[in-house]
């Protein structure tokens, strides 16, 4: 089974260029499918959920072409069945994006729901109410959610809590829906922005994206374009933490600075220095850690997906530090896996009490989670002696070659799959 072999206490030194945004690419990559015209796509992160979703859209029918590792060109007019059943896509969240495409573009779609997750119990309720509300039929059976409408006809939404998911959803079906929309409490994430920008590249009319209230005036065909994703933010953070929890001097290339600033605002408060240029940003971590707390909120709060990085620089820092995790029930499973690596943190409920050590020591575990998995290297990478981590396929789900450009930053860190490799790995680094 792959692994990554880690020896630690290098720090991480250099610059390291940001993929695509995952969570920008995979709905857009659903919404593609919204025009009989051809979409090309530049920037598309080369990654688990993305290639398992182009999978899942071939079968359909969509003519899915890489012409480069980070371009794709999508063709959807030969699209024969609505029906979306494909075994993988139970595994991953983003399979739910399809509904809201092939509803908006056929009136009806079948799509395979997406399973259980190892971060909580994550509903589905806010993309059915606003189905619904556009006049769609949604019943969910054999694991499946179907849906259809002979009209959809703009509606007022007001959306009970802030999801990401429901309200690029829902504002793909509205966009070829009868009439006006209004989404109220609409998620502001950037990847919600970058799908307006995309859909309205094809055609669609959507106003207030970034915003609370997103206005939308259905069309009735979209065209084909050409458009690049945005930069991933919880890539480009997940190594601005891994300058901080190694003592080192990292400068993310090809990001917006203004999507890191609530990540920036933390570093600087837990003692970093960030620099800002046009489209990189540069974090020194030359102090030690101080404490700080958080509370993971929507955007443009502290990203939920960047928790565990976070939690995992804050087990170093001096004094005691609150972490609270507001968005999902069940974010700290990692902690007994950081536990056996020698942090102090205490889970009540949904907040981690750390008490911050001076060093963590390298273990063998496994990773919990994609953003759990990728803050564990990232404490190995600081931690005392050798570390193994397994289940690194959950890591592969969202961060293209993470082992390949922290290699890139001085890290001593292979990708292993046998024990005979692990011990090879031992007998070089010491
Ligand atoms: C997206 O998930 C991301 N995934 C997640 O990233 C990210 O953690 C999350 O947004 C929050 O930023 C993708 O974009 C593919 P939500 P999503 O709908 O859309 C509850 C990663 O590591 N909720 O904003 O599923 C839900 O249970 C992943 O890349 C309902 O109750 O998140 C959760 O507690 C992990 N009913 C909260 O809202 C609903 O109908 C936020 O969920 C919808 C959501």
New binding site residues.
Partial sequence: MEQYAIKGGTPLVGEVEIGGA??AA??ILAAAVMTDETVHLDNIPDVR?INVLLGAMEAIGVIVRRESRHQVTINAANIHNLIVEDDNMRK???SYYLIGALLGKYRKAEVTLPGG?D???????????GFRALGAEVVLEHGMIRTHSDRLVGNHIYMD??????T?NVMMAASMAEGKTIIENA?K?P?VVDVANFLNSMGANIKGAGTDVIRIKGVSKFHGTDYTIVPDQ?EAGTFMFGAAITHGDVTVKNVIPKHLESISAKLIEIGCEVMEEDDSVRVVSSKPLRRTNVKTL??PGF???MQPQITVALGLAEGTSIVTES???NRFKYVDELTRMGANIKVESSTAIIDGVSKYTGADISAP???AGAALVLAMLSAEGFSTIDEIKYIQR?YEDFHLKLKKLGADIELVESEKDVSKFKLRAI
Avoid: F
């Fill in positions: 995952k969570n995979l709905p959920d991953i969240r983003a997750c971060i909580g119990c994550r509903g589905i309720d806010q993309h059915i109410k809590l802030v999801s990401v998911g429901a690029i998620a994430e990847h919880i929507p955007y990203p939920t997906d968005i999902y029930e989670d994609l953003r969202g």
